[in-house]
């Protein structure tokens, strides 16, 4: 039987080069192609924080304008107690009625979800744009001074709470306790309260003092949440400018 043998003919150098051309053409379109992809994923990411961010600020401007108008009106009203004062015309029922609404207060509290987001998975490096990276560390930075502005006036409005246990009599503040409603001033002025302890006048001032310090505080909030208000809404607006039809979608 007659047998066959193949022959193997050398491969010439170009077929050498055109192999290692298709090689090499193949890893490095892979690479962009994955390069490109993270690109894309990170393009996304930084879409769908932002997003967050954009709606966390329009919650943020709703409960900005309540607060401030919760503070007004109880700055207000101090002044309303403190005419009557002044003029002898403010009852012991106006006492109860003041000094227990008083120890109340409307405290700012962030949407932050969108800039947790931001920052525990570093987003912050993924936005190229400056103006919003800055406008976010801005707004932080405020809504963290005022926190801490808050803070202050709680340690004051608590310290009257205590003080006012010494000064007003606790059946009539539970009976006002009983009927509360919803709203900034929600504890109604009492019937035929007692007359306050003129004994104890030196309390009573001190009281009078602590809940006016704490009221007066809102002032000082309201400047700072008005400027909160106005960082986020530049804020918002720069990405709205950049991001405008990706956040539409």
């Given at each position: ?17 055109t ?6 053409a ?85 949407a ?50 205590f ?5 007003l ?81």
């Amino acid at each position: 039987m007659e047998v066959h043998h193949h022959s193997h003919h050398p491969k010439k150098w170009k077929e050498y080069l055109t192999e290692f051309i298709m090689l090499f053409a193949a890893v490095t379109l892979g690479f962009f192609a994955e390069n490109l992809r993270e690109v894309q994923v990170e393009k996304h990411r930084e879409i769908s924080y932002l997003k967050n961010v954009h709606e966390d600020l329009q919650l943020d401007f709703q409960t900005i304008d309540t607060v401030i108008a919760a503070n007004t009106y109880r700055l207000n009203m101090l002044d309303t107690f403190f005419i009557a004062i002044n003029n002898n015309t403010v009852t012991t029922e106006d006492y109860y009625y003041f000094i227990r609404n008083f120890a109340l207060r409307s405290t700012f509290e962030s949407a932050h979800t969108g800039f947790d987001q931001i920052k525990s998975a570093g987003g912050l490096r993924m936005v190229k744009n400056k103006d919003i990276t800055s406008g976010i560390q801005q707004y932080e930075k405020i809504v963290n001074s005022t926190a801490k502005l808050e803070e202050t006036r709680e340690a004051t409005i608590e310290e009257a709470r205590f003080k006012m246990s010494k000064v007003l009599d606790a059946k009539i503040l539970y009976s006002m306790t009983k009927s509360q409603v919803e709203g900034t001033f929600r504890f109604f002025k009492p019937k035929n309260a007692p007359d306050l302890n003129q004994e104890n006048k030196e309390a009573l001032n001190e009281l009078l003092n602590l809940v006016a310090i704490g009221i007066n505080t809102n002032r000082y909030l309201n400047s700072r949440l008005v400027k909160l208000k106005n960082v986020g809404q530049k804020l918002d607006q720069t990405i709205l400018h950049e991001y405008k039809d990706e956040l539409d979608h």
